[in-house]
Protein backbone atom coordinates (compact mmCIF):
# COMPACT_ATOMS: atom_id res chain seq x y z
CA UNK A 1 0.00 0.00 0.00
CA UNK A 2 1.38 3.27 -0.93
CA UNK A 3 0.70 6.53 1.29
CA UNK A 4 1.66 10.02 0.19
CA UNK A 5 2.00 12.54 2.54
CA UNK A 6 2.20 16.52 1.10
CA UNK A 7 3.44 19.43 3.62
CA UNK A 8 4.77 23.34 3.32
CA UNK A 9 1.51 24.58 2.81
CA UNK A 10 0.66 27.52 4.29
CA UNK A 11 0.02 31.36 4.42
CA UNK A 12 2.15 34.06 1.86
CA UNK A 13 1.57 37.15 0.79
CA UNK A 14 0.90 37.50 -2.90
CA UNK A 15 4.32 37.67 -4.58
CA UNK A 16 6.32 35.31 -2.16
CA UNK A 17 7.27 31.60 -2.28
CA UNK A 18 6.76 28.32 -0.21
CA UNK A 19 8.32 24.81 -1.45
CA UNK A 20 5.57 21.98 -1.17
CA UNK A 21 6.73 18.70 -0.68
CA UNK A 22 5.77 15.17 -0.93
CA UNK A 23 7.18 11.86 0.66
CA UNK A 24 6.23 8.49 -0.65
CA UNK A 25 5.74 5.41 1.39
CA UNK A 26 5.59 2.17 0.06
CA UNK A 27 5.78 0.74 -3.35
CA UNK A 28 3.38 0.36 -6.41
CA UNK A 29 4.84 -1.54 -9.50
CA UNK A 30 4.66 0.40 -12.73
CA UNK A 31 3.60 3.38 -10.86
CA UNK A 32 6.34 6.22 -13.03
CA UNK A 33 4.74 9.39 -12.84
CA UNK A 34 3.90 11.81 -9.63
CA UNK A 35 2.02 14.96 -10.06
CA UNK A 36 0.55 17.86 -8.22
CA UNK A 37 -2.91 18.65 -8.26
CA UNK A 38 -4.81 22.00 -6.50
CA UNK A 39 -8.34 22.32 -5.53
CA UNK A 40 -10.06 25.70 -4.62
CA UNK A 41 -13.17 25.88 -2.91
CA UNK A 42 -15.98 25.43 -5.76
CA UNK A 43 -13.64 24.39 -8.41
CA UNK A 44 -12.84 21.41 -10.07
CA UNK A 45 -9.72 19.53 -9.11
CA UNK A 46 -7.02 21.15 -11.57
CA UNK A 47 -3.56 19.51 -12.68
CA UNK A 48 -0.63 21.70 -11.71
CA UNK A 49 2.13 19.97 -13.00
CA UNK A 50 3.98 16.27 -12.98
CA UNK A 51 7.42 14.63 -13.33
CA UNK A 52 8.30 11.16 -14.57
CA UNK A 53 10.10 9.44 -11.81
CA UNK A 54 12.70 7.37 -13.82
CA UNK A 55 13.81 10.81 -15.59
CA UNK A 56 12.70 12.62 -18.26
CA UNK A 57 11.04 15.61 -19.04
CA UNK A 58 8.88 17.47 -16.66
CA UNK A 59 5.28 19.21 -17.55
CA UNK A 60 3.84 22.49 -16.20
CA UNK A 61 0.42 23.74 -16.73
CA UNK A 62 0.01 26.92 -18.42
CA UNK A 63 -1.19 28.63 -15.37
CA UNK A 64 1.46 27.93 -13.22
CA UNK A 65 4.19 28.02 -16.24
CA UNK A 66 7.71 29.94 -14.96
CA UNK A 67 6.49 30.20 -11.60
CA UNK A 68 6.11 26.54 -10.33
CA UNK A 69 8.89 23.94 -10.63
CA UNK A 70 8.66 20.63 -9.77
CA UNK A 71 11.61 18.42 -8.95
CA UNK A 72 12.46 15.17 -7.21
CA UNK A 73 14.61 13.74 -5.16
CA UNK A 74 14.32 9.69 -5.44
CA UNK A 75 16.68 9.09 -2.57
CA UNK A 76 14.35 10.05 -0.27
CA UNK A 77 10.89 9.20 -2.43
CA UNK A 78 10.15 13.14 -2.54
CA UNK A 79 8.59 15.47 -5.44
CA UNK A 80 9.00 19.01 -4.41
CA UNK A 81 6.92 22.04 -6.02
CA UNK A 82 8.87 25.26 -5.76
CA UNK A 83 6.27 27.90 -5.91
CA UNK A 84 7.46 31.82 -6.84
CA UNK A 85 5.64 34.99 -7.87
CA UNK A 86 2.56 33.49 -6.01
CA UNK A 87 -0.93 34.98 -6.44
CA UNK A 88 -4.28 35.30 -4.54
CA UNK A 89 -5.62 33.32 -7.68
CA UNK A 90 -2.77 30.23 -6.65
CA UNK A 91 -4.98 29.80 -2.98
CA UNK A 92 -5.78 26.24 -3.23
CA UNK A 93 -5.44 22.89 -1.27
CA UNK A 94 -2.48 20.74 -3.24
CA UNK A 95 -2.23 17.55 -3.46
CA UNK A 96 0.49 15.14 -5.00
CA UNK A 97 -0.69 11.94 -6.66
CA UNK A 98 1.49 8.72 -7.93
CA UNK A 99 0.28 6.94 -11.38
CA UNK A 100 1.01 4.98 -13.95
CA UNK A 101 1.39 6.64 -17.23
CA UNK A 102 2.29 5.46 -20.78
CA UNK A 103 0.31 7.84 -23.02
CA UNK A 104 1.42 11.74 -22.40
CA UNK A 105 -2.08 13.06 -23.52
CA UNK A 106 -3.10 11.34 -19.69
CA UNK A 107 -0.84 13.55 -18.38
CA UNK A 108 -2.56 15.72 -15.82
CA UNK A 109 -5.93 13.68 -16.07
CA UNK A 110 -7.13 13.20 -12.42
CA UNK A 111 -8.44 9.88 -13.39
CA UNK A 112 -5.07 8.59 -14.02
CA UNK A 113 -3.64 8.58 -10.64
CA UNK A 114 -4.12 5.78 -8.08
CA UNK A 115 -2.54 7.21 -4.85
CA UNK A 116 -3.80 10.50 -3.65
CA UNK A 117 -2.41 12.57 -0.81
CA UNK A 118 -4.49 14.38 2.17
CA UNK A 119 -3.35 17.93 1.00
CA UNK A 120 -1.78 20.99 1.82
CA UNK A 121 -3.50 24.39 2.12
CA UNK A 122 -1.67 26.87 0.52
CA UNK A 123 -3.03 30.51 1.47
CA UNK A 124 -1.94 33.51 -1.23
CA UNK A 125 -3.48 37.28 -0.04
CA UNK A 126 -3.64 40.12 -1.94
Known amino acids: QVQLAESGGGSVQGGGSLRLSCVRD????????VAWFRQAPGKEREGVAD????????YHAESVKGRFTISRDNSNNAVFLQMNSLKPEDTAVYYC???????????????????WGQGTQVTVSS
Open 97 to 115: ALGMIFDQRLVLEPSTYTY
Open 26 to 33: GFSYGANS
Open 51 to 58: ILTSGGDA
